[in-house]
Nanobody, 123 residues
Framework: VQLQASGGGSVQAGGSLRLSCAASGRTFSTYPMGWFRQAPGKERQFVAA????????DYADSVKGRVTISRDNAKNTLYLQMNGLKPEDTAVYYCAAGPWYRDLIKLNGMIYWGKGTLVTVSS
């Protein structure tokens, strides 16, 4: 699986962005996928995850109610709609895929990473 995130940019607090992650590879539609972020000087952290069918999603408490993860398996694309952005959301956002849903959330086991996309939120 190869992944490429896009859609980052600079916005003011309260603004919105939609991130996309284009995936290649025949296993995309069968893999759980997720979004993670890493702020300068901090560890990479979980943001959101979705199972292969989209029937199960999970969010970090810090973004719950403000972001929505979705996927379109026909287009091999993962999305993250972010609303009500805050300065503390500033980070490089990465999409990821892995064979096991709970392991992906916990950053355990085999995980495929894409290049990140920078989100900057100004106050």
């Amino acid at each position: 699986v190869q992944l490429q995130a896009s859609g980052g940019g600079s916005v003011q607090a309260g603004g919105s962005l939609r991130l996309s992650c284009a995936a290649s590879g025949r296993t995309f539609s069968t893999y759980p996928m997720g979004w993670f972020r890493q702020a300068p000087g901090k560890e990479r952290q979980f943001v959101a995850a979705i199972n292969w069918s989209g029937s199960t999603v999970d969010y970090a408490d810090s973004v719950k109610g403000r972001v929505t993860i979705s996927r379109d398996n026909a287009k091999n694309t993962l999305y993250l709609q972010m609303n009500g952005l805050k300065p503390e959301d500033t980070a490089v956002y990465y999409c990821a895929a892995g064979p096991w849903y709970r392991d992906l959330i916990k950053l355990n086991g085999m995980i495929y990473w894409g290049k990140g996309t920078l989100v900057t939120v100004s106050s």
